[in-house]
């Protein structure tokens, strides 16, 4: 292929995205900054780049402990709307966060094999909390997107930090889980042998193992498939990042899926800051939905950020086992989230 039929081809993808009701939105809007915090690892590089594609961002701020002024140099050079700046170090931190109207978070390490939910924990634990402590400080009125894991606990941290600095605000509060959409729709789309660009499946819970919960009975468009498909389907939903770490043997885990996934849903933040009406995605926040303080449901989306926590809808008899099977887990997690703020 020449660099003019590449470069055509690329004009042509990104037009497509932009004039998508499901790509990025196609109206600039107002001024918004957006900042990365990790810019500079294996999801935040791609996040970035994404991220620059996206119109309504004016001023992309990439942050990292080291090596964002390069990536920033790089990204700068794509000939769309924001301006990027790189921030390195904990001493530019503050000026990487003031006014902006996103945050995004994917700092931390990613999972390895061999390395439980413990271990992964704490490590990136500490990490959360300091970030969000200055956020609270810099840009309390930011939506957060949070997506270190392990997000079950990580989005808990976030809250407790917010509450302990007075400046907590739940509907700014968002852990990622749009990957794990993501992956139900391209499953489902295959086992169904239908157009991915028209699938959608609502994904409840959490965002690790069991805690993952597909609801493949409300899937559209629908298609008539086996319990033993549907049962496969979830398994494989829920195993999906095992997937990815197996398949790279262990030097990398789901980077550029979880990139585009974050980049979906700071998109319709974005959109809903903006707003656009009827912006709907599944997120993990805090809720009524369940008994539990926080949980993973379809929000609808608005100039506040979270406007209202949608139902869960009706569930197959599969899926209310699921539901019952993951709330040890998920509660377990969300409560070591908040000890962990108040014992560090």
Do not use: W
Not at 84 to 104: C, F, N, P, T, W
Not at 156 to 168: L, R, S, T, W
């Amino acid at each position: 292929m020449t660099a003019a039929i590449l470069r055509s081809a690329l004009r042509r993808s990104a037009a497509a995205s932009y004039s998508s009701s499901r790509g990025f939105a196609s109206s600039p809007g107002q001024q918004r900054k957006v900042a990365i915090l990790g810019a500079a690892g294996g999801i935040g590089q791609p996040l970035s780049l994404l991220m620059k594609l996206n119109p309504m961002v004016s001023l992309l701020s990439l942050y990292d402990i080291a090596g964002t002024p390069g990536v920033a140099a790089d990204v700068s050079h794509i000939n769309t709307r924001s301006e990027v700046k790189g921030y390195a170090g904990e001493d530019q931190l503050g000026q990487a966060l003031e006014g902006s109207d996103v945050v995004i978070i994917p700092a931390g390490v990613p999972r390895k094999p061999g390395m439980t939910r413990d271990d992964l924990f704490k490590i990136n634990a500490g990490i959360v909390k300091s970030l969000c402590e200055a956020i609270s400080k810099y840009c309390p009125n930011a939506l957060v997107n949070m997506i270190s894991n392990p997000v079950n606990s990580t989005v808990p941290i976030a809250a407790e930090v917010f509450k302990m600095k007075g400046v907590y605000d739940e509907r700014r509060l968002f852990g990622v889980t749009t990957l794990d959409v993501v992956r139900a729709k391209t499953f489902y789309a295959g086992k169904a042998n239908v157009n991915v660009a028209d699938v959608n499946v609502p994904v409840i819970g959490g965002h690790a193992g069991i805690t993952i919960l597909p609801l493949f009975s409300q899937a559209t468009p629908s298609a008539n498939l086996s319990a033993e498909e549907i049962t496969a389907l979830t398994k494989r939903t829920q195993d999906g990042g095992t997937e990815v770490v197996e398949a790279k043997a262990g030097k990398g885990s789901a980077t550029l899926s979880m990139a585009y996934a974050g980049a979906i849903f700071a998109d319709a933040c974005l959109k809903g800051l903006n707003g656009v009406p009827d912006v709907v995605e599944c997120s993990f926040v805090q809720s009524t939905v369940t008994e539990l303080p926080f949980f993973a449901s379809k929000v609808r989306l608005g100039k506040n950020g979270v406007e209202e926590v949608l139902g869960l809808g009706p569930m197959t008899d599969f899926e209310k086992q699921g539901l019952e099977a993951l709330k040890p887990e998920l509660k377990s997690s969300i409560e070591k989230g908040i000890a962990f703020a108040h014992a560090n």
